[in-house]
């Protein structure tokens, strides 16, 4: 077969047209092939010769799967590609190396399949690797939190304690400098009012009896004027020297406006400082009687607790023996 007859050929199979033929009676009968009948002007006889009427026709079909094959790479347009393609071959071009090419293609594209696969199941992989590492690094998060939270409150704790034992050492080196009741109370009470800022503070001495109390000192941001009417103050007529004394401990109103203790003997108090949210008075004890008291006044509402009331009772119990040289009423 010549080479223009090849041409031809190939153009008509991606094309869709019939090949074009020598129409000269020389080219014609050289083209004869074996078996094949004319008839007697020497045109080729059509007897026995079936026509596909769809050859030519699925050409389209043929790029549309080449397109499918080359983007997804299933197999199963790979498998139908290969027979359209075969389908679509001229016999004469059909042999090894058609079969060979289409062979290498399917080999190919399931090779890259093949790749594909393992890349997703490689990713799959990867993912839940760093999704469980993504769930290990935050409960490691939540542990490390959880004892930043604890140090915090441990680091606290230790100041509070801290600060609990300066003021007691405050406190035990003015009562060891042997300084009068008056000056005693003052620096006792800026020390002890240092320690709850912000309050009001306020240092009692009583008489012998235990009756009376007089006001030796104050510390914060009431003034002195304002109490100034308590150098003669009776203990009866105090609802917080009174209750401290009798129960011989501290007594704690966490929240004045709220607490069923805030009745209107508390609210008329003479010790009460305006505009008090939550108070604490202690006694002051030497020899088992009462000689003073201690009130602490705060304006926001449980500020003072139980830690507080004991930490004063200590400075209380530090501060005894100096304040039981102090004897309101009595004549030097």
């Not at 959880?146 to 680091?155: C, D, F, I, V």
């Not at 009687?289 to 209380?316: F, N, P």
Request: net charge neutral; glycine share 10%; charged share 20%.
């Amino acid at each position: 077969m010549s080479e223009e007859e090849w041409e031809g050929r190939l153009e008509g199979l991606f094309s869709g047209s019939v090949p074009k033929r020598d129409p000269s009676p020389s080219a014609q009968s050289a083209a004869v092939r074996p078996g094949e009948t004319r008839t007697s002007s020497g045109a080729p006889s059509l007897e026995g010769v079936t026509v596909s009427p769809d050859h030519g026709a699925t050409h389209p079909d043929l790029l549309n799967l080449i397109l499918a094959a080359s983007l997804g790479g299933e197999a199963v347009a790979v498998i139908a590609l290969v027979v359209v393609l075969y389908r679509n071959t001229p016999r004469e071009i059909r042999g090894a190396q058609t079969f060979f090419a289409a062979a290498a293609f399917v080999v190919m594209s399931l090779f890259l399949l093949f790749v594909q696969w393992q890349l997703a199941k490689r990713l799959f992989s990867v993912e839940r690797l760093v999704r469980r590492r993504n769930v290990q690094l935050n409960k490691a998060v939540t542990v490390v939190q959880g004892y930043q939270k604890e140090l915090g409150r441990a680091t606290q704790a230790v100041r509070d304690e801290q600060a609990r034992l300066d003021l007691c050492a405050q406190v035990g080196r003015l009562a060891a400098g042997g300084l009068p009741p008056e000056e005693f109370a003052r620096q006792a009470a800026e020390q002890i009012q240092g320690r709850f800022e912000p309050c009001f503070v306020s240092v009692f001495a009583l008489d012998r009896d235990g009756k009376g109390a007089a006001l030796l000192s104050t510390a914060g941001s009431a003034s002195r004027a304002a109490l100034a009417r308590l150098d003669g103050v009776a203990v009866a007529d105090s609802v917080l020297l009174r209750e401290c004394v009798n129960r011989g401990g501290p007594y704690i109103v966490e929240d004045l406006a709220a607490s069923s203790q805030a009745g209107e003997s508390l609210a008329r108090d003479p010790l009460l400082v305006a505009q008090t949210g939550s108070v604490i008075s202690v006694p002051v004890t030497a020899g088992g009687r009462a000689v003073g008291g201690i009130t602490v006044h705060c304006q926001a509402s449980s500020s003072l607790g139980e830690k507080d009331a004991s930490l004063l009772m200590l400075v209380a119990d530090l501060a005894a023996p100096s304040l039981a040289g102090a004897h309101p009423g009595e004549s030097p």
